[in-house]
């Protein structure tokens, strides 16, 4: 027998890997890098798969003209030991059949959104799947799902995942009665992890922002010192239901043309295109064809590279609409002005929604609101960067919504920046929301969007849109304070003004004071008694802080003698 040549030997030694194993040794791919990040992402990707569950299921009632109920979600965190804890997120959805609950819960990669151009919250159908594989992979313990369809009872399946086959192990799955929603669906993953109960990346932060542009959901979240928050509904409406479209002929690519082209059954080039597109219709299809010398009878599969990117050319010049709105689905303008009004109470809001746009052959669509004063902290301004309706918390410098915030001339619109900062100083909340059919995310952690600058163009568009509106403001709000420092000063010194004209002029100095306060009254329409009270209790508040500030500076001067 020959001896091996070295060539073959090597050859001996490639394999296949599962996307399951390819990502136990690259969680970080998927927001699995630290226990912090860790505990948000298996929140995060419960809460989307209930969100997107509920929805579906009431607008699916809606159009058969059935009650339907509005998403009730409960999230629960319960601390096992030191650094594990019980992710446990519930619902009110339709439920998943017991037959199916194994794939879309323990095989990555496994969902029904991935071909489909509508707007979701999950796309790949890897973000459940790997959150089990998580807390697989830091405690050894089996996910448990709950689940029940309207009618039957409630089933109960406990399942790790078969890395080498990316397949459900299941270790226990019978009915279970204990279930107490009459449909939905409860998720159990035991995990290793740090729990930050504030700030920025903490899941309460998540859940809030979650609300906010979520405004028809209710959120009740338990912690695991058993506090219990409810995040409200701001609205009492379903948002509108999206239909799934084709592809739009805009910024279409070569490759994905000749695939398409390929992979297509219709018999010719000209029902390809008319078919196969949203908005093109016959004529412009066979314009694009003759500019292109393709014969319209052509079948799809015998067209050329060459003949592809003549198409391509020509499809990308056409004067055709812009891609429809209707597999779109934004928050809207009125329920973010009232969800950020019932959470923070601003002096000012202001949102707006873009026209849909595309990237790519995909439409899109931004939303940006900004919010002023009220109980907003008198800090930098608090960027929410939001991608369909999902709060994104990390990695937010490498995100275009920070570009499209930090190159947006904020000192234009009267907003302090502080030299060497990129984001405004001001008591204000910056929230930009991107809806798309398929969101250009930067890696499959889903926590930042692509640098297109389409995308970039229409965020600092929208964002202008509302900062022209809230220069507006900011100047009547100066003018305003002005006038009141004016006010304040008239009658401030009114009393004053009375004696001296008094003893000039020997005329009562009550008759001399009433008579100024009612100019006062008239020519600024305000109430001059209040007025005084008002400049009391300030003058009083900063002998307070003086006298605070004193005592501070004593106490420290003592400190430094001893």
């Known amino acids: 027998m020959a001896e091996k040549s070295i060539a073959d030997e090597l050859a001996d030694k490639h394999k296949s890997i599962s996307i399951a194993e390819f990502f136990e040794k690259n969680r970080h791919l998927l927001g699995f890098d630290s226990k912090i990040k860790a505990m948000l992402t298996c929140v995060k990707e419960a809460v989307d798969n209930s969100l997107d569950a509920c929805e579906e299921y009431a607008t699916e009632l809606r159009k058969k003209k059935k009650d339907f109920e509005l998403p009730d979600i409960l999230v629960r965190i319960d601390q096992e030991s030191e650094e594990v804890y019980k992710i446990i997120v519930e619902d009110n959805g339709p439920g998943i059949i017991p037959k199916i609950i194994p794939q879309v819960f323990a095989k990555l990669l496994y969902g029904s959104k991935f071909h489909r151009l509508k707007q979701g919250r999950g796309q790949q159908g890897i973000g459940i799947s790997a959150s089990i594989l998580y807390g697989q992979l830091t405690t050894g313990k089996a996910a448990r799902i709950i689940s029940k ?58 859940l809030l922002r979650t609300s906010i542009v979520n405004p028809h959901a209710k959120i009740v979240f338990i912690d695991p010192k058993g506090e219990r928050i409810t995040f409200k509904r701001a609205v009492e409406s379903l948002p509108q239901a999206t239909k799934e479209i084709k592809p739009h002929p805009w910024g279409l690519e070569l490759g994905v043309l000749i695939r398409m082209l390929k992979e297509t059954k219709k018999n010719t080039v000209l029902s390809f ?229 008094s003893d000039l002029t020997s005329k009562d100095k009550k008759e001399i004071e009433d008579l100024i306060n009612t100019v006062i009254e008239k020519k600024f329409s305000v109430n001059v008694d209040e007025q005084k009270k008002e400049i009391e209790k300030r003058e009083k508040q900063l002998e307070e802080e003086e006298e605070k500030e004193t005592k501070t500076i004593l106490k420290e001067a003592e400190g430094e003698e001893k």
């Open 149 to 206: 369809v309207d009618g039957k009872p409630a089933h109960i399946v406990e399942l790790m995942i078969d890395i080498k086959k990316n397949d459900a192990s299941i270790t226990r799955d019978e009915e279970y009665a204990k279930f107490s929603r009459e449909h939905g669906t409860r998720v159990e993953i035991i995990l290793e992890g740090t729990y930050r109960a504030s700030g920025d990346k903490s899941i309460y932060e998540y």
């Open 273 to 501: 295109l008319t078919d196969e597109f949203s908005k093109m219709g016959a004529t412009t299809a066979k314009s694009i064809l003759d500019n292109s010398k393709v014969n319209h009878k052509r079948k799809p599969d015998s067209v050329t590279v060459e003949e592809s990117t003549d198409i391509l050319k020509h499809m990308q010049k056409a004067d055709l609409q812009r891609p429809p709105t209707d597999c779109l689905s934004p928050v809207g303008r009125g329920a973010i002005e009232k969800s950020l009004r019932t959470e923070y109470n601003p002096e000012f809001i202001a949102a707006t929604t873009r026209p849909p746009n595309v990237y790519r052959g995909y439409p899109f669509q931004v939303e940006a609101a900004l919010a002023y004063g009220g109980n907003i902290p008198e800090t930098s301004a608090k960027i929410m960067r939001i991608a369909n309706k999902v709060p994104l918390l990390y990695e937010s410098g490498a995100c275009a919504i920070t570009i499209g915030v930090n190159e947006t001339d904020w000192k234009r619109y009267g907003v302090p920046k502080a030299s060497g900062t990129t984001t405004p100083q001001a008591p204000m909340i910056i929230l930009v929301h991107i809806c798309s059919v398929w969101v250009p995310f930067t890696s499959e952690s889903k926590a930042a969007i692509a640098n297109y600058p389409v995308i970039i163009k229409e965020i600092k568009l929208a964002l202008q849109e509302c900062a022209r509106q809230l220069k507006v403001f900011l100047h009547k709000k100066m003018k305003a304070k002005r006038e009141a420092q004016r006010v304040s000063t008239f009658v401030k010194y009114g009393t004053v003004m009375a004696k001296a004209l």
